[in-house]
């Protein structure tokens, strides 16, 4: 059974997968691991959809979420927040950012970066790949306003030093079972917080709705830990509230790697298709019911 830190009193926590195919033994684990904290605290479940990619998710993939977490017995409150009905909110969030002179229209294209980070003999590495070698933060004022004018394509883009210029103390976040861990936004460099096909970020949206829900446990998988350190900037920067973490380990599969729709790993309809019951899918998921006990701190 998987181990769980002791959550704080109240906890209100969130599962949010995107709708973009059906959900594994991953989001099972992700789901129960969060569902487990928000009931052993007295807290609040809440269920939210992350469909900011319009191109991939799917109203079936959307549908099928629901049967699977209430399959495996989970309840959560209603209705589930769902991101694309959002989009003006983030907005509002990016022109706030942009008023306080933290944005900057990116025109480059991915070859365009690949191309002069390759020039240059490399870039340094941040937690999403090579860093922005910062090629439009250097263009004139009025470069950049032809370039709008004229409708050119663009990323909205922060600017990380100005960013972290406003920052006045040391980022840190409180993650259950560990304390006080530092942030470092800077490894991120100067991140994309919206394009011309997605209006905004993940990394936007889900630090503007853990706010808007009232979101005091943010739980994810140990691959999104290193996000933290730039959602706390975020917090920080836009007048947020700071949650406190729990990251979660990875199911993995047969060949060690982590579970991913992209890699077709089974998904929790085709067990339920196959005959396997909610109770041993709970258990290949490392929770045996639908709410599994604290383990000792």
């Not at 975020?234 to 579970?259: F, T």
């Amino acid at each position: 059974m998987t181990a769980i830190p002791a959550p704080p009193p109240g906890a209100i926590t969130r599962f949010a997968p995107s709708p973009t195919g059906g959900l594994h033994l991953g989001h099972a684990h992700a789901a129960l691991f969060a569902a487990t904290l928000a009931a052993h605290s007295g807290g609040r479940f809440l269920l939210r959809l992350e469909d900011i990619d319009t191109t991939r998710c799917r109203p079936e993939f959307a549908a099928g979420i629901g049967t699977d977490l209430a399959w495996l017995g989970l309840v959560w409150e209603h209705p589930a927040r769902v991101q694309s009905a959002h989009f003006a909110e983030y907005r509002a969030a990016l022109a706030r950012l942009d008023g306080q002179g933290l944005l900057f229209p990116c025109f480059c294209t991915r070859g365009a970066i690949a191309r002069e980070i390759a020039a240059s003999g490399g870039a340094p590495q941040g937690p999403d790949g090579p860093l922005y070698p910062g090629t439009c933060r250097r263009l004139s004022a009025a470069d950049r306003a032809a370039r709008l004018a004229a409708g050119a394509p663009h990323a909205l883009r922060l600017d990380m030093a100005a960013a972290l210029a406003q920052i006045s103390r040391p980022l840190s976040y409180h993650e259950l079972g560990r304390g006080r861990l530092a942030c470092d936004p800077a490894r991120f460099g100067d991140v994309v917080l919206a394009r011309r096909e997605v209006p905004a970020s993940y990394h936007l949206c889900v630090t503007h709705d853990d706010a808007v829900q009232g979101v005091t446990l943010v739980t994810r998988g140990v691959d999104l830990q290193a996000a933290t350190d730039l959602h706390r900037l975020l917090q920080e920067l836009l007048g947020w509230p700071e949650p406190a973490y729990a990251h979660h380990p990875l199911i993995l599969g047969p060949d060690g790697k982590r579970l991913a729709k992209r890699d077709q790993a089974p998904t929790l309809a085709g067990l339920r298709a196959a005959g396997i019951g909610p109770d041993e899918v709970r258990t290949m998921a490392g929770f045996p019911s639908p709410v599994a006990s604290i383990a000792p701190a």
